[in-house]
């Protein structure tokens, strides 16, 4: 198994002496002894990594910080807190790679990156192969539209009761979103039914398709929506009726003068 101790010193040299050039020929040579002894390595190796990336990654441009990303997202045992760091990262191309792949972020990570980052770290995160529920009361609640939709498409996403409260909401005069919201089989009845009430036809149609067992309840429910909308319309028109008739039981048959 290869030792990572021996180039500490070299490290240490090409930091102080400010040479880019020399920084990043070593970022290549230390990712790649981590990426091929990765599956060996113990925790004090990975540790004792950590630190070496760490230090890199604050002397070196954004193109070499999004190669370092790429490279370590896929490995389970990346050194986290270059991990973190990358997540954390300004530069999209940089942070995109972890907050997609990696396996060190944990909940409460991602959870913290989701609230204070930009629109592209949640578009990031949405794209992951898991998202916990914490995770996606986040990104559904702070996302934009973007954000949301490949949140609601991704199977790999829980939703709390919570997140699907506003996800029906923010559902209304979408119909993108909301057919994406109502095909997902897990979806609560309740937020379900909700949905179809507030739904374009359009919607409606399309939900029959993907919850065929679910046909004749959503035709119900389209079916009492109109029934109240109706009703609402003609207490309506009978209120105006009967505003005209008093209005003109008390108008006087002759002009005053």
């Not at 230090?55 to 973190?84: T, V």
């Not at 907050?99 to 409460?108: K, Y």
């Amino acid at each position: 198994m290869p030792e990572p101790i021996p180039i500490i010193n070299e490290i240490e040299e090409a930091l102080s002496s400010g040479s880019e050039e020399r920084r990043n020929k070593l970022l290549v040579r230390v990712t790649d002894l981590f990426a091929s002894g990765a599956g060996h390595f113990t925790e004090e190796h990975v540790r004792l990594f950590d630190g070496v990336f760490t230090h890199l990654i604050a002397e070196i441009h954004a193109a070499a910080r999004a190669a370092l990303a790429e490279r370590l997202a896929g490995i389970p045992n990346a050194p986290p807190a270059a991990i973190r760091s990358l997540a954390f990262d300004d530069a999209i191309q940089v942070a995109s790679p972890v907050l997609m792949r990696s396996e060190r972020l944990d909940n409460s990570t991602l959870v913290e990156n989701a609230s204070t980052k930009s629109q592209q770290h949640l578009l990031a995160i949405s794209r992951r192969r898991l998202i916990a529920e914490t995770v996606t009361d986040v990104l559904v609640e702070r996302g934009n539209r973007d954000v949301a939709l490949s949140t609601v498409r991704n199977a790999g996403a829980k939703f709390s009761e919570t997140g699907y409260v506003r996800l029906v909401t923010r559902s209304t005069g979408d119909d993108e979103l909301a057919q994406s919201v109502g095909s997902r089989p897990e979806i609560p009845r309740h937020h379900f039914l909700k949905l179809i009430k507030v739904a374009s036809n359009t919607v409606r149609l399309a939900l029959e398709v993907a919850h065929p067992e679910n046909v004749a309840e959503i035709r119900m429910v389209v079916a009492s929506a109109a029934n109240a909308i109706e009703a609402k319309t003609a207490a309506k028109l009978r209120d105006y009726a009967a505003a005209r008739t008093l209005v003109e039981s008390i108008r006087p048959s002759k002009p005053i003068r």
